[in-house]
């Protein structure tokens, strides 16, 4: 059984109107168990409209999505995945321990559980001591790891991100990616990834598939054969440079197309 | 900062009447300075001196305890028409986040409500009073007056409890959906909370509101206890008593106090964890 099974999906907005927009024409997605998946292209090409399917957020115009094999609906009631976004999100009124139960909360967990399991996620993203504190007393690279604590706290079996470092500086984000690499190895965790950048992007995935715009669509997928035991060494591999500048030119194949841009070449 | 607001009034209460023209002037042609005698301006210190004074001669009953009598009436009704007031308040509120519909057709009629002056609308609702029955509940005459209160009570609050509430980011919302939470869920653990920094300064609005409008209809319909009452009572011996009317006043702006106290203290109590200096 796939974790993520998009077919044939189309999403219009403002269908029948006069400001329609195609964001999504004939997307077919699968993404495997265990599997890291990016997606990259220019802004404005259906990367998040593509993850929001995927979490149910929105429904799409025509086509069928099926995540861990029940219609994306089920799964989004079932809490199967968790979701972390460019803005870390979390609740200032809420202490980091409880910003990580927030989903615990709704599943109706009592509170002896609900601790336990938050002490866990703070240990499994390094932020021990930090159970306490209010979110505005963390810097954005440890609000950021709150987040992905927070949607990892009732171990769902896939994550899916919209550029949750894109507000994050070099260095910090560099850290970050191998971080998340580590917590997905250990607790075996699928991921869809949405990001700009081309670096972070072939360092993070199995496979980036690269969309364009006007309509959206996925016009590559391109597999990184890094290995699954990747460090700060990886990035200086030859490998690495073959894969960024594979992907590169599938986005240039896309801007060309599209004259589009929005690609961050770091 | 408090107390030396309070001295900063004083003095510039007694500094004109010092220097002011003692039997009034004009200004750009309007006669708007007010006559600094004694009849006008007392003294401060004759007007707190008034207030041990008993009130009639022969009774050792002082008008500071009949005003404070009356301040802690008042403030009684003030308090039950602030509820009342947010009740309804933040009701309307969730309503009319709930369905926007509603909030096109009804929020014109709220701002509208605003604009019907309460002394025209104080009789109607003191008609009520020991004439309306629902079952076995009569209504009370101070009724009347706790609901004038609310009925200016509801506005500020109902106002700001929906701007917080619409508060939160897209994200956030979504945040709340993925997590397939309820659309009451969502209204406890994200939008309420998010809307305290809104809620806090209309609930400073309402709570002077709720007081203004207990005081007025007191006054127009003639209810005895409040200060309302004490204030008439006092103003009609005016000519004769000047200092008596200024301790009704001061009575009613102690009720005013005392429930600006109590917002005070609600607003550290739920602002305490939050960030500081950012809030709306
Ligand atoms: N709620 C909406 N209503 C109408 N149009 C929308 C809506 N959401 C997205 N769109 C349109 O769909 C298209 C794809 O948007 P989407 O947000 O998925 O792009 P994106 O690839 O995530 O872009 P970015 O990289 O800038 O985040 C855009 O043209 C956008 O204007
Ligand atoms: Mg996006």
Redesign the pocket.
């Known amino acids: 059984m796939s974790a993520v099974e998009v077919t044939q999906v189309n999403k219009i907005?403002?269908a029948g109107k006069q400001n329609a927009?195609e964001?999504l024409v004939d997307v077919d997605l699968v993404v495997q168990p265990g599997e890291f998946v990016s997606l990259i292209?220019p802004?404005?090409?259906?990367?998040?409209?593509l993850l929001r399917l995927i979490a149910n957020l929105l429904e799409p115009t025509s086509g069928s999505i099926l995540v861990n094999g029940k219609p994306a609906k089920q799964a989004r009631i079932d809490q199967d995945y968790g979701m972390a976004f460019q803005q870390s999100g979390l609740f200032e009124w809420r202490t980091v321990a409880r910003n990580i139960e927030l989903p615990l909360e709704l599943k109706g967990w009592d509170k002896a559980k609900r601790r336990a399991r938050s002490r866990e996620m703070l240990e499994l993203v390094k932020l021990g001591d930090f159970a306490k504190h209010m979110p505005w007393q963390l810097s954005g690279g440890m609000q950021q790891r709150v987040a992905i604590a927070r949607a990892l706290a009732s171990h769902p079996k896939l994550l899916l991100m919209d550029e949750p470092f894109g507000a994050l500086d070099e260095m910090t984000r560099e850290h970050m990616q191998s971080e998340l690499l580590q917590i997905c190895a250990r607790t075996s965790t699928t991921v869809v990834f949405?990001t700009?950048s081309i670096p972070e992007a072939v360092y993070l995935s199995n496979r980036v598939v690269v969309m364009s715009p006007r309509p959206?669509r996925i016009t590559d997928i391109i597999d990184v054969e890094l290995g699954s035991d990747r460090n700060e060494d990886t990035r200086e591999d030859a490998a690495f440079y073959g894969r960024i500048t594979a992907v590169r030119e599938a986005l240039r194949g896309v801007e060309m197309a599209a004259g589009a841009r929005?690609i961050e070449d770091r | 900062m408090f107390i030396v607001a309070i001295g900063l009034v004083v003095a510039m209460w007694e500094a004109y009447k010092a220097v002011g023209p003692a039997r009034g002037g004009d200004l750009l042609g309007f006669k708007i300075l007010p006559r600094t005698n004694d009849q006008v301006m007392p003294h401060v210190w004759n007007m707190v001196k008034r207030l041990s004074d008993p009130v009639q001669r022969g009774t050792d009953q002082t008008i500071a305890s009949v005003v404070l009598s009356g301040v802690w009436y008042s403030f009684r009704l003030a308090l039950v028409g602030f509820a009342f007031g947010i009740t309804c308040g933040m009701g309307i509120a969730v309503l009319l986040t709930r369905f926007k519909l509603i909030e096109r057709a009804v929020l014109p009629y709220l701002v509208v409500s605003q604009t019907v002056p309460l002394i025209a609308l104080a009789p109607l609702v003191a008609g009520w009073g020991g004439k309306l029955q629902v079952g076995g509940f009569v209504w009370p005459r101070w009724m009347s007056a706790a609901v004038l209160g609310a009925f200016l009570a509801f506005f500020p609050v109902a106002v700001g409890t929906l701007r917080g509430l619409k508060s939160p980011s897209a994200s956030s919302l979504e945040l709340m959906d993925s997590f397939a939470s309820p659309w009451h869920r969502t209204l406890f653990t994200l939008r309420f909370p998010a809307a305290v920094p809104y809620i806090v300064p209309s609930l400073k609005l309402g709570a002077s509101a709720a007081v203004v409008g207990v005081v007025v209809a007191e006054i127009s319909t003639g209810l005895r206890g409040g200060i309302g009452r004490l204030i008439i009572e006092y103003a009609r011996q005016a000519t004769s008593d000047p200092t008596k009317v200024y301790t009704g006043i001061f009575g009613a702006a102690l009720v005013g106090l005392g429930m600006a106290a109590l917002v005070a203290a609600s607003d550290l109590a739920l602002m305490r964890h939050r960030p500081k200096g950012d809030a709306a």
């Open positions: 907005f403002n927009v964001a292209g802004s404005g090409c259906g990367k998040s409209t949405v700009h959206g929005g």
